[in-house]
């Protein structure tokens, strides 16, 4: 898909009568093909709603250092308005993603009109940097939920009205109890389903 900063690429699954459309970037130095992005993926097919997993123009031309925000969120609003146009097109949007995927996610997340977000391993201070990303959680007003490794060492964010934090056993990769991650998301989706 065309944004201002380039192409992006979207895999799309699209569930039969969804629900909603689950719209996941991927991490600074990552793909789609993320063990926890993977799991949401399947977790949000589970329950009924349609999947579509953003690789980033930096990533699709090949490089693997990050675009700069404002450029990460400029292409992500622009696949994700492209999505409700089209292929999402009448579905409730829950926007989300795995790290700074999860950064821009939260950023747009007013721009997208995304009626929640979906945050894997929230990098909430870089290791060793007293920075801290909280206001870009802060800044979302639609129920969230965060999904962190207990030994993540980017921190824990705090559970805060309209977000849910859930610590699963690993670190920053979300890699070591898979089944947790899965079974959160699935529980959490299944809290957002429009009656």
């Avoid at 990769?173 to 429009?194: N, Y």
Wanted: net charge positive; glycine share 12%; charged share 20%.
């Amino acid at each position: 898909m065309e944004t201002p900063h380039g192409l992006a690429r979207v895999q799309l699954d699209r569930v039969t009568r969804s629900w909603a459309g689950l719209v996941l970037g991927h991490g600074a130095g990552g793909g789609v093909g993320a063990p926890d992005l993977v799991a949401a993926a399947a977790a949000a097919k589970s329950v009924g709603a349609s999947v579509a997993l953003v690789e980033q123009p930096y990533r699709v031309a090949g490089r693997r250092s990050p675009a700069p925000a404002p450029q990460l969120d400029a292409a992500w609003a622009a696949v994700v308005e492209r999505l409700k146009q089209k292929e999402l097109r009448g579905l409730p949007l829950i926007a989300g993603g795995r790290s700074s995927g999860a950064r821009v996610a939260c950023r747009t997340a007013g721009l997208t009109e995304a009626v929640g977000v979906l945050c894997l391993a929230f990098p909430l201070r870089p290791p060793g940097r007293e920075v801290s990303r909280l206001e870009e959680l802060y800044s979302v007003t639609v129920p969230t939920l965060v999904v962190q490794g207990s030994g993540d060492p980017f921190g824990m964010p705090p559970a805060a009205e309209n977000r849910t934090v859930i610590a699963v056993a690993g670190d920053h990769g979300l890699k070591k109890d898979i089944p947790a991650v899965t079974a959160a998301i699935g529980d959490w989706l299944e809290t957002m389903r429009q009656p």
